[in-house]
Structures are given as structure tokens and as C-alpha cells.
């Protein structure tokens, strides 16, 4: 089994992860707790944009630092500011995606909708021959520019707290987690991720959503040294 030494931080994706149906246990924040008191560093690495958060967990901040719009934006709990980390979405392409009658959600760098739609969100960015590309996520679907992913999201994150990915243990779930969970020092999966993402991590956890995080946060702390 993959060391766990040298670890200092947990980044976590929200949904279907710390989460469930949009809850986090009073169990898991307890843990969360325990990991900050403890002396490590809490990440979010979520698809979220901020308000759409905030609307059903206002605890952001238990984190160091929140990656938000799956790499598009880094929050900064303290003092409360937002970093956009690519720029805002074309107006006239928001436009067209409405004009074939899309549902969609935008923030401040993302563009989400459904996987259902996803061929005709390919085909208006073929026609208007932008650097964009497209994420699915159990049944949504986000637009980012080319080059925007949760890995990308996390490295700003890091940068920022002055860690490496090597210090990181990341957990998620789903596809879109695939990219921050590849770059980080040891990735876990909870029991409730899909089959593909259990297959290429370190660790799948016993217990699914918030139970899974806890449960990765007991180890790491009765195995680990705080950060300095």
C-alpha cells in the first residue's frame, strides 16, 4: 500500500464526495475539524460556482482555499475574495447555446448544462471555432477553456499555500475528479465513486460520501505529522 507520510493537505471535491444530495454530515464536519486543529490544510475542488454553494453549505470557511467552477475560480475564504483563473465566457457564444433553447447555468468562467446536450454544445463551439472543452459529470455537463480542469484549479490553490501536489491527498468521486486526483501525492476515492475512478487511485474508501472523507481524515491524522 501507497505511503501516506508527508502529507499535509486534503483537497476534496463537494458533490457526490464531502457531500450528499448537497448535505455534509455533522460527522464530517467534525472530522474536518479535527483535521484543521490538527494542523493541516483543507481544500475544496469543486464544479460549483460560489453563490450556487454558498446557497446550501455557508461554511466555506472551514477551507484554506476553495477551487471553484471546476478550475475556472480560486476562492479565498479570508478574506473573501474571488480569483477568476481564465476568463469570462463569450457573451455571444452564452447567446447562441440560449437561441437553441439550452438550459444553462454560467459563472464567472463556466458554462454548465446537461450531458444529454452535449453534441450541440460541440457544435456551436466548432461553428464559432473557440479553445474550449467540455467536462462531463454524472449527467452534466460544464464548459471551460481548453486548458481549465480541477488539476489546473488546484495547482493555483497550491501555489498560494506553498505546497506541493506530492503533499496532497485528493478525494473524489467522478469523472471530472480524474484530473486533480492524477496529480496529487495519493488519491482515494469513496465507496459511492464510480468503478473507472476507484480502478486508478491509492485508496477507496469503506465508507461513501462525508463517511469516506472522514474516514481518510482518521487515518491520515493518526498517521500523519502536522504542517509547519
Known amino acids: 500500500m501507497k505511503s501516506t507520510s508527508g502529507l499535509t493537505a486534503i483537497a476534496t471535491d463537494f458533490d457526490g464526495t464531502l457531500a ?3 448535505t455534509v454530515t455533522e460527522t ?18 469543486t464544479g460549483r460556482e460560489l453563490n450556487d454553494l454558498r446557497s446550501i453549505f455557508p461554511n466555506l470557511d472551514r477551507f484554506d482555499l ?3 467552477e471546476n478550475g475556472g475560480v480560486l476562492f479565498h475564504p479570508d478574506p473573501g475574495n474571488i480569483e477568476p483563473l481564465a476568463a469570462p465566457p463569450p457573451a455571444d457564444f452564452v447567446a447562441r447555446l440560449h437561441e437553441r433553447g439550452l438550459p444553462l447555468h454560467t459563472g464567472a468562467v463556466v458554462v454548465a448544462t446537461w450531458e ?29 477553456p481548453r486548458g481549465v480542469d480541477k488539476a489546473t484549479g488546484l495547482r493555483a490553490a497550491l501555489r498560494h499555500l506553498g505546497l506541493e501536489p506530492s503533499e496532497v491527498a485528493g478525494i473524489g468521486d467522478a469523472e471530472n475528479d480524474q484530473d486533480f486526483l492524477r496529480i ?8 459511492n465513486a464510480l468503478p473507472s475512478i476507484k480502478e486508478t487511485v491509492d485508496y477507496v474508501t469503506a465508507g461513501d460520501h462525508g463517511d469516506g472523507v472522514a474516514e481518510l ?6 498517521n500523519g505529522r502536522p504542517a509547519t
Open 20 to 22: 450528499h444530495d448537497g
Open 28 to 45: 464530517t464536519m467534525r472530522a474536518m475539524e479535527r483535521w484543521k486543529k490538527a494542523g493541516f490544510r483543507l481544500i475544496l475542488v
Open 66 to 68: 476553495a477551487v471553484m
Open 116 to 144: 444529454k446536450y452535449e453534441q450541440e454544445v460541440i457544435d456551436v463551439i466548432d461553428e464559432m471555432n473557440l479553445d474550449f472543452h467540455v467536462i462531463l459529470n454524472k449527467g452534466a455537463l460544464m464548459v471551460l
Open 184 to 191: 496529487c501525492g495519493y488519491s482515494v476515492a469513496v465507496a
Open 217 to 222: 481524515i482518521d487515518r491520515l491524522v493518526d
